[in-house]
C-alpha cells in the first residue's frame, strides 16, 4: 500500500449550523424545527446538493401531494420557506444544501409544523482512492463479496407455509439446483468483474492505442471513485473517521436547531451514518436522534468487508486461485461462443483450426469453472464465520446506543432485487425493523431507484416522519392498513412488471427465431438489426416502464385518497393483455410456418422463465403486506413427509433421475431428447405454478381483508 496519499482535508465551505441559523435569521423563525431530517447518500461521485436535489426533490413532491390531495383526513398546504440548493437562495455561495418546510393542516387540526431537511454531504472529506491501491485489494475481495451476495440470495428461497407436505417434496427439488446454479453464476460473474478491472490495469499501461488507454483511465476513475469508497472505508480507519466526522458535524447542526431528529441514509451512507452514530456515546451527543432510517443498506456487507480485509493474507492464495480459475473459465466460453458464431463466415482452412481449439476450450472451461466454484463455496464456508461476527459487532454497538438513548427507533428497508442490501438485516436486535418492500425488481438498477417508489418507499418513510414531526394526521403506523393495502398492491404491480419484461424479452427471443426459421435469413443479420434498434435507442422495455410508472400513478392517488379499490383495474387487464399477446406471437407465427414443436418449447420456456424469475427476485424477508407467510428450505424440508432426511434423498434422487433421463435420451434416442427435456421442464413448470396460484388466492383474500379496514371516504372525494 501506497505511504505518499494526502491525509483527511478540511472542508473549506461554510458550517452547516451557521447555513441554517442565517436561514432562520432570515425567515425570522425563533422557534426550533419541530422536525429535521438528515439525508446521507451513499458512495461514488456524489456532488453537494445533488442528494437534496433529486432524493429531497422526491420528497417534498410526495409530502406536497400527500398534504394537499388528502382525502378524509383533510387536505392542507406545504410551503418552501426556504431553500439553499442549486443556487436559488440569493447569495447562498457554498452553503451546505437544507430546505425548510411549513406544512399547515386544515382548520382545527392543529398547529404548522416546520421541518428542516437537510444534506449530510461526506464525498469530499476524504482523497480519492488510487487505482493502482484499490484494484489488487478489489480482485481479492470482489469474488468473495458478490459470490456472498448471491448466496444470500439463493438462501431466501423458501417454500409456502401452508403447502401441502406432499407438494412440498417436487417443490424442494426444485429450489434446491436454482440455489446452486446461483451460487456458481455469482462466483463467475464476480470473477468476470475482477477480470475486468485486471484488462482495465493491462490496457492502461500496455496499449499503443491513445483511444483505448483513454478509455481504460476513464473507467479506472469511475471505479475507483465509487467502489474505492467502500476499499478506503474498510481499511483506511483515518479515512472512515473523516467520513463520519463530516457527517456527525452535519447532524450536530440539524440537532441543535430541531425538537425532534431523523437521519435517512443510503447505501454505504448507513455505515458512514452509523460511525458517527455509534461513536456518539454520550445522551447529549443522540438526543433528540429518534429514528435511523436505513435503505439499500450496506452495512452488514461494509463491516464483513472490513472484517474480511484483516484476513485477507491468511485467504489471499485462495482467493487468486477462485479468480484465475474464474478468469480462465469465462476466457475460454468467450472463445466457445465467438467460435460458434463466426465460424459459418471464416474460410474453411480458419473454420477447422478453430473447431480443433473448440474442444480442448470447452473442457478448459467446464473444468475450471467446477473448480471455481467449488472453491468459492469453501471459500464462503471459511468466511461464515466472518459474516456471523459482522453480524454481531452490530448488535453489540446497536445495544451501546439504545443504552444511551432508548427512543431511538431504527427502521431498515430493502428492495427485493438490491444486491447492495442483499436482503433483511439479519441481526437480533431492539428496535430493529427490517422490512422487504419492491421498487423494479430489476437488480441493475434497484439500489438507485428506492425515491422513485412512491407506492411504498415514500409512504411508509414519510408516515414515520409525520408522526415524528406532524402534523400527526398524516401519520401512520407501520401496522396502518392502509400502508399493508399500498404495499400488497405494489406486490402485484412488481411480480406483474417482472412477468412483463420476460414476456417482451421472450417476444424479441422469439421474433429472432422467427426471422431465422421463417425467412431463412442467417443467424448474424436479425442479431445486428436488434443491436441497431437498441443502439438507436428503441428499447421496448422503455415503452414497458413508461405504461406501469402511469399505471403506478394511479395508485398513488389511491392511497393519497384513501378509498377502497379493486386489486386490479380494467386499464392493469389491458396492460397485461397486450404483454401476454406479444408473448404468444412468436409461438402463433412459429406455429403457421408448421414448426410446431419450436413454438411449444418457446411458450414453455418464457413461462418457465416468467416463473423461475418472480421465484428467485422475491424470496425472504418481512413484508409491510404481511401475507408471505413462507418458510426457509430448512424448515421446509423439516415440514415434509419423513423430515429432512427423506427430503434429502428425494432431492438427490429427483436431479440424478432428470439428469439421467437427459444423458439416456441423448445416447440412446436423440430423438426423443427435446421431448424428455419439455416433459422436464413441464414437470417443474406444474409444481411451481400450483404454488403460485395458490399463493396468490391465498394473497387475494389478505387483501380484501386488509382493504376492508381502511374507512370508508366521503362520497365527495372518491375518484
Given at each position: ?28 423563525l ?53 431553500e ?18 411549513r ?33 489488487p ?54 470473477f ?31 471505479l475507483?471513485?465509487?467502489q ?8 483506511r ?11 456527525r458535524?452535519?447532524?450536530a ?7 425532534v ?15 458517527a ?11 433528540p436522534?429518534?429514528?435511523?432510517v ?17 484476513s485477507?493474507?491468511?485467504l ?49 472451461a467446464?473444468?475450471?469453472g ?44 430493502w ?55 406532524g ?11 392502509r ?25 424479441a ?36 416502464d ?35 399477446l ?21 411458450l ?11 421465484t ?48 439416456l ?9 427435446g421431448?424428455v ?24 383474500t389478505?387483501f380484501?381483508?386488509?382493504s ?6 366521503p ?5
Open positions: 500500500m501506497k505511504s505518499g496519499l494526502r491525509g483527511p482535508r478540511v472542508l473549506k465551505s461554510a458550517d452547516m449550523a451557521e447555513a441554517i441559523q442565517d436561514s432562520r435569521e432570515r425567515l425570522g425563533s422557534q426550533a424545527f419541530d422536525l429535521g431530517v438528515l439525508l446521507v447518500h451513499g458512495m461514488g461521485e456524489q456532488k453537494r446538493r445533488a442528494t437534496l436535489d433529486t432524493d429531497g426533490g422526491e420528497i417534498l413532491e410526495w409530502l406536497r401531494k400527500r398534504v394537499e390531495t388528502a382525502g378524509a383526513d383533510g387536505a392542507g398546504m406545504v410551503e418552501i420557506l426556504d439553499v440548493q442549486r443556487g436559488v437562495a440569493a447569495g447562498d455561495g457554498d452553503l451546505p444544501a437544507h430546505v425548510i418546510v406544512i399547515t393542516p386544515p382548520p382545527g387540526a392543529g398547529a404548522p409544523a416546520y421541518w428542516l431537511i437537510a444534506e449530510g454531504w461526506w464525498a469530499e472529506s476524504f482523497p480519492p482512492a488510487d487505482y493502482e491501491e484499490f484494484a485489494w478489489a480482485r481479492a475481495a470482489g469474488p468473495l463479496v458478490g459470490a456472498t451476495v448471491i448466496a444470500d440470495i439463493a438462501r431466501r428461497l423458501e417454500v409456502g407455509k401452508d403447502v401441502n407436505p406432499w407438494l412440498r417434496l417436487l417443490l424442494i427439488p426444485v429450489r434446491f439446483p436454482i440455489g446452486l446454479a446461483m451460487v456458481a453464476i455469482g462466483a463467475l460473474a464476480a468476470a468483474v475482477s477480470l475486468y478491472g485486471l484488462v482495465l490495469g493491462r490496457a492502461a499501461k500496455m496499449t499503443s492505442l491513445p483511444f483505448v488507454a483513454r478509455w481504460a483511465l476513464s473507467k479506472q476513475r469511475t475507483a471513485a465509487g474505492g469508497d467502500a476499499y478506503l472505508f474498510a481499511t480507519p483515518e479515512y472512515s473517521k473523516a467520513m463520519a466526522d463530516k457527517v458535524s452535519d447532524l447542526a440539524v440537532r441543535e436547531q430541531s425538537m431528529v431523523a437521519i435517512v441514509a443510503h447505501s454505504m451512507g448507513t455505515g458512514v451514518s452509523w460511525e452514530l455509534t461513536t456518539s456515546r454520550s445522551p447529549a451527543a443522540i438526543h436522534v429518534r429514528l435511523f436505513t435503505y439499500g443498506q450496506g452495512l452488514r456487507k461494509l463491516f464483513f468487508t472490513r472484517e474480511a480485509a484483516t485477507l493474507p491468511q489471499a492464495s485462495t482467493v487468486g486461485a477462485i479468480s484465475q480459475l474464474g478468469a480462465l473459465a469465462i476466457v475460454a466460453l468467450a472463445l466457445i461462443g465467438v467460435t460458434l458464431l463466426a465460424r459459418p463466415f471464416l474460410p474453411d482452412a480458419l473454420a477447422a483450426i478453430l473447431a480443433i481449439v473448440l474442444g480442448p476450450a470447452a473442457i478448459v467446464m473444468i475450471s467446477v473448480l471455481a466454484v467449488v472453491l468459492e463455496v469453501e471459500l464462503l464456508r471459511s468466511c461464515r464465520r466472518i459474516w456471523v461476527q459482522s453480524g454481531q459487532n452490530i448488535e453489540k454497538d446497536w445495544s451501546k446506543v439504545r443504552e444511551v438513548a432508548p427512543e431511538l427507533k431504527w427502521l431498515d428497508l428492495a427485493s432485487s438490491d444486491p447492495a442490501s442483499v436482503g433483511p438485516l439479519s441481526v437480533v436486535g431492539e428496535r430493529i425493523d427490517s422490512y422487504k418492500i419492491r421498487n423494479r425488481a430489476w437488480p441493475p438498477v434497484d439500489h438507485d431507484v428506492y425515491w422513485m417508489n412512491h407506492t411504498e418507499y415514500l409512504p411508509i418513510v414519510l408516515s414515520c416522519l409525520f408522526e415524528l414531526g402534523p400527526t394526521l398524516y401519520a401512520a403506523a407501520l401496522d396502518d392498513p400502508l399493508a393495502v399500498t404495499a400488497m398492491r405494489r406486490h402485484t404491480r412488481v411480480h406483474w412488471l417482472v412477468t412483463t419484461r420476460v414476456f417482451l424479452a421472450g417476444a427471443g422469439g421474433g429472432l427465431v422467427v426471422a431465422v426459421v421463417g425467412a431463412g435469413l442467417p443467424l448474424w443479420i436479425p442479431l445486428v438489426a436488434a443491436a441497431v434498434l437498441l443502439k438507436l435507442g428503441v428499447r421496448p422495455w422503455r415503452w414497458l413508461a405504461g406501469w410508472s402511469s399505471l403506478v400513478t394511479a395508485d398513488e392517488t389511491t392511497y393519497f385518497r384513501g378509498v377502497r379499490l379493486p386489486l386490479w383495474s380494467a386499464a392493469w387487464w389491458l396492460f397485461g393483455a397486450l404483454a401476454a406479444l408473448a404468444i406471437l412468436p409461438a402463433v407465427l412459429l406455429l403457421l410456418l408448421g414448426r410446431e414443436p419450436l413454438g411449444a418449447v418457446y414453455i420456456a418464457v413461462a418457465f422463465t416468467a416463473l423461475l424469475a418472480l428467485v427476485l422475491s424470496g425472504g424477508g418481512s413484508t409491510f403486506g404481511r401475507r408471505e407467510q413462507k418458510e426457509t428450505l430448512r424448515l421446509a424440508m423439516r415440514g415434509a413427509p419423513g423430515g429432512a432426511p427423506v427430503v434429502i434423498v428425494v432431492t438427490a434422487a429427483a436431479i440424478t433421475v432428470l439428469v439421467l433421463a437427459l444423458v435420451a441423448a445416447l440412446a434416442a436423440p430423438g426423443l431428447f421431448t427435456l419439455l416433459l422436464e421442464v413441464g414437470i417443474v413448470l406444474l409444481a411451481m405454478a400450483a404454488e403460485g396460484i395458490r399463493e396468490y388466492w391465498r394473497f387475494r389478505e380484501a381483508e386488509r376492508a379496514k381502511l374507512p370508508p371516504p362520497a365527495s372525494r372518491r375518484p
